[in-house]
């Protein structure tokens, strides 16, 4: 679903220590129409977050220097990120014992891989609707 | 008929999907993301990859997920 009136385009922030799985990301979002800015690590990401100001962050949770749970608890905290969507990617339940105490702090998770219908249809509803966090909708990949 | 890949290719191909789960029907993009996947490695596969024909980029996306049930 290309970016429109009712479907405006995101900028989107992907951190992923996985360079295959941050590319093939990088590359879905684009040809989405978004826009998209790729961070390697957790020090890298705050550091583009704050650069790029996204409407999303795409956030790996097992990443170098800081984890996903670590980078979102700082992004909170910053001015002006009240709307800022984060979501947590995990290669495991969103339940498992690391991830609990960061579950409040992302308005969605997905897991890997990806499913691509519902990750567009995601990117769709992100774009043209804001959520609280803590929000636990219906998320892709579960 | 349009281009035709060989076993490596597809192997590369496969091997480009590794992260995404496709649907029951193809995506329209699908032919373009895998290009662009295998762009910097495999230039000329790249390029077969947006020469692919409706039919084959179905036939492609049939295997692409057949892949997947043996391999998750």
Known sequence: MLPSADFPALRVLVADDEPDHAESLRILLELWGHEVRVARDGAEALTAAEQFQPHLALLDFNMPKLSGGEVARRLRQLPGQEDLVLVLITANAEDAAPVVPYRPLFNYFIRKPYNLTQLERFLARASRASVEPGDTDEAPGT | ?72
Do not use: Q
């Open chain 2, 1 to 72: 008929m349009g281009a035709t890949l060989d076993l490596d290719e597809l192997c590369s191909v496969l091997r480009a999907c590794d992260v995404i789960e496709l649907d029951d029907c193809t995506p329209a993009y699908l032919g373009d993301f895998l290009a662009e996947r295998v762009a910097a490695a495999e230039p000329d596969l790249s390029v077969k990859l947006r020469m692919l024909d409706g039919e084959r980029m179905d036939r492609l996306c049939e295997c692409i997920k057949a892949a997947h049930a043996v391999v998750r």
